[in-house]
């Protein structure tokens, strides 16, 4: 790499510890705070180059962070089945929630409209 400056974002993700959980966030004014808690995970890793580079805890400290909040829905297969017969249809973030960086949401979005226009041809249930 040269001098210039490159623009990375990245993310962390692990499963749900519920709400005593050290990353639990409900106050809207955390979104912009560095939870203390991942600091100390990230400090754990003990990434290996070029990684450890990119992800350093210092330099966390100083960038903008965003606490993604991402609500999942807890519904079975068999639940949105049922809900389907009925004529429900969920889609995108009702059913299954994306993160907000990379257009990934958008992404899976385009995905299950294409996925939901096409089901009624073929008459499975999705």
Request: with cysteine; aromatic share 6%; proline share 5%.
């Amino acid at each position: 790499m040269g001098n210039e400056e490159i623009d990375l974002d990245w993310r962390y993700s692990r499963a749900q510890q519920g709400e005593k959980g050290p990353l639990w966030m409900t106050d809207q004014s955390g979104i912009i705070k560095v939870p203390q808690h991942l600091l100390k995970k990230i400090r754990a890793k003990d990434l290996a180059p070029p990684f450890s580079a990119l992800v350093d805890v210092d330099a966390i400290k100083k960038d903008k962070v965003h606490n993604c909040l991402i609500w999942a829905v807890q519904a079975t297969r068999g639940d949105l089945d049922e809900a389907a017969q009925t004529g429900v249809v969920f889609v995108v973030d009702a059913v299954h929630a994306m993160p907000i960086f990379g257009g990934e949401g958008g992404n899976h979005a385009i995905l299950d409209g294409v996925e939901l226009a096409v089901s009624p041809v073929d008459g499975k249930v999705e």
